[in-house]
């Protein structure tokens, strides 16, 4: 068995002294692990940051079988936003993010290029910017796994105008006065998220992290005894606080 | 399962050696045999090394540093600028600045850094006395040497925070060409790191 894929870096845990398990998200192949044996070498350890795009050729002799990987440097991103600690926790909270809740060995082509476009401008994004892109991968992250939020209409009213809550139970999107007696029970929707041409702020970025952050955590974590990984709390405390970048 | 080569006691020091870093059981039974044939000049000089070692190295709880004293001979040194912090992640960059001998200040040694692998968050890292040591040694500049990976930038930006409150000058160091580097043999991250911290020449 052999493929030859491009694949964005998710985790890497050693494997002995020289070796490490490389998690990568591959188009085709979906999150895909292997062994890269050296992968622990000082060469190898800029190529295998979280968020970088590697050349991947996966072997075994079964296809169940673990196998090996041969990882090439494609397109080293990270090092390009170490020094924005929002874009850095953006990134970190992804690659966290989507191990801990994709299965392995399924594709995800629409995750894959959402995340491939994502790491790639992100030097190039603003900070904001970035950070509703998480908000935006985080909401096809749910849609892919079959737990999407419906915000085209309101679930009460059918109107499509208005929309700023969404209701917990249903994940579907509630009208502003439609939702107003319920407020306190229902979470924000943040405008970004219905209208591509509203500008984005702090607050609606912070009110679209806690919106996916909850049914991230109650349709795919929480099921499986799992939380939200420290660093999408991380990220969320983070734009909670502003987004000045260092 | 293969018979044991030796007796018991050297079974048990050649899996002890196989266990530390660098070394497999093949580099282990070499080690235990050099040792043992010369029992006088290596056995026994390492063994009461680690007996010393044993009983007197501890950790400084000042800085984090490992030393037979405590404080560390590092922060009961006058002639240091205690004035100058440098937060390092381990004993093996303090170990490595000074070997440089580029540094005359004081170290904070957190002891690892925020990694979302292997679920060590800010609790686990030496974080905790780091605002409270910056104010009351009047530092006036904390240096991160943390490394320039993903690991140790969140780190980085995470000390950065918990230092927020304090009025202080805060720097890292930089990114870029090593000395003796070739242009053609660096990858991308560090030729973009030094893109992006070119300066006048």
């Known amino acids: 068995m052999e493929w030859l894929q491009d694949g964005i870096v998710l985790t890497v845990r050693p494997l002995g002294e020289g070796s490490v398990i490389l998690d990568a998200l591959t188009r085709d192949h979906g999150r895909h692990l292997g062994v890269v044996r050296g992968g622990g070498s000082r060469r190898m350890a800029g190529v295998l940051e979280s968020g970088n795009l590697v050349r991947l050729t996966w072997r075994a002799r079964l296809a169940e079988q673990l196998g090996s990987y041969q990882a090439e440097p494609n397109q080293a991103r990270t090092a390009a936003i170490f020094h924005d600690r929002i874009k850095l926790a953006s990134i970190v909270s992804l690659c966290a993010l989507v191990p801990a809740i994709t299965p392995e060995r399924h594709a995800y082509p629409r995750l894959f290029d959402a995340l491939d476009a994502l790491t790639d401008a992100a030097s190039d994004m603003t900070t904001l910017e970035v950070a509703a892109a998480v908000v935006r991968f985080e909401l096809l992250l749910l849609e892919e796994l079959g737990f999407g939020l419906d915000l085209r209409e309101c679930t009460a009213t059918g109107i499509l105008q208005d929309l700023a809550f969404v209701s917990p139970k249903s994940g579907r999107a509630v009208s502003l006065s439609a939702g107003a007696p319920y407020r306190e029970r229902l979470l924000r929707l943040p405008a970004f998220l219905t209208d591509a041409n509203v500008p984005v702020s702090v607050a609606c970025v912070a009110d679209g992290l806690a919106l996916t952050g909850f049914f991230l955590d109650r349709q795919l974590l929480s099921p499986h005894q799992k939380a939200l990984p420290a660093a999408r709390l991380r990220l969320s405390e983070m734009v909670a606080a502003g987004l000045g970048s260092d | ?201």
């Not at chain 2, 050099?34 to 090394?49: F, N, S, T």
């Not at chain 2, 850094?113 to 974080?127: E, F, I, W």
């Open chain 2, 1 to 201: 399962m293969a018979a044991p080569l030796a007796g018991p006691e050297i079974e048990r020091l050649i899996n002890i050696l196989a266990k530390l870093p660098g070394l497999g059981p093949r580099s282990a039974r070499r080690a235990a045999l050099a040792m043992i044939k010369r029992r006088e000049q290596m056995l026994a000089p390492l063994a009461a090394a680690l007996e010393d070692v044993m009983r007197t190295v501890r950790t400084c709880t000042t800085c984090g540093i490992l030393d037979s004293s405590d404080p560390c001979s590092i922060c009961s040194d006058p002639k240091r600028n205690q004035r100058l912090l440098c937060v390092v992640a381990d004993v093996a960059d303090v170990w490595a600045l000074e070997r440089a001998g580029v540094f005359r200040g004081r170290y904070h040694v957190l002891g690892g850094t925020l990694s979302v692998l292997d679920g060590r968050g800010p609790d686990q890292l030496n974080l905790a006395t780091l605002p409270a040591r910056v104010r009351d040694q009047k530092v006036e500049e904390v240096v991160l040497a943390l490394s320039a990976t993903v690991e140790g930038q969140t780190t980085a930006h995470y000390v950065t925070d918990t230092l927020g409150q304090t009025a202080i000058q805060i720097t890292k160091l930089a990114q870029g060409l090593p000395v003796g580097g070739e242009l053609d043999y660096l990858d991308e991250g560090t030729l973009a790191a030094a893109f992006g911290a070119r300066r006048p020449f």
